[in-house]
């Protein structure tokens, strides 16, 4: 009987994360679209756990990374965020099935900035120039 009550609150704790998860993806979707990306991908979320020892206690803790993929001038590209923090960077470049980090991640950039960025000599991931169309929308 024991078994059947955890087995019936442990699932319903799981119903309930559910919608808290898919609840800040939308979010970070809307976010993107008032910056201007009018065609961000699906919403994906990445969870990282961790465990540090301080003394003889272990602190356990838990993120979760939000990634949305974005095209701009041919290039697709993941921005990133951490779940319930403000803002958001620049992740990767996804280009060939590769998907090289983004140097120097720029944070919160609206659409006409990542236009400028893809535009400017900064440095670039490897591939970059293979997708970088500067006469696409």
């Given at each position: ?6 087995s ?36 994906s ?16 803790s ?76």
């Amino acid at each position: 009987m024991k078994k059947r009550i955890v087995s019936v609150l442990l699932a319903l704790g799981c119903v309930a994360a559910l919608p808290a998860c898919s609840s800040n993806e939308d979010k970070f979707v809307s976010e993107l679209k008032a910056a201007g990306f009018s065609n961000p991908g699906e919403p994906s979320t990445e969870k990282e756990k961790k465990s540090k020892k301080v003394g003889k206690r272990t602190i356990k803790s838990s993120s979760s990374t939000i990634e949305v993929v974005v095209r701009v001038k041919g290039c697709d590209l993941e921005m990133a965020k951490i779940s319930g923090q403000s803002g958001y960077w620049l992740d990767e470049l996804h280009v060939n099935g590769q998907e090289p980090d983004w140097p120097n991640y720029p944070e919160n950039l609206n659409r006409e900035q990542v236009v400028k960025l893809l535009a400017d000599s900064s440095t670039k991931p490897a591939g970059f120039k293979e997708c970088y169309k500067p006469n696409e929308a």
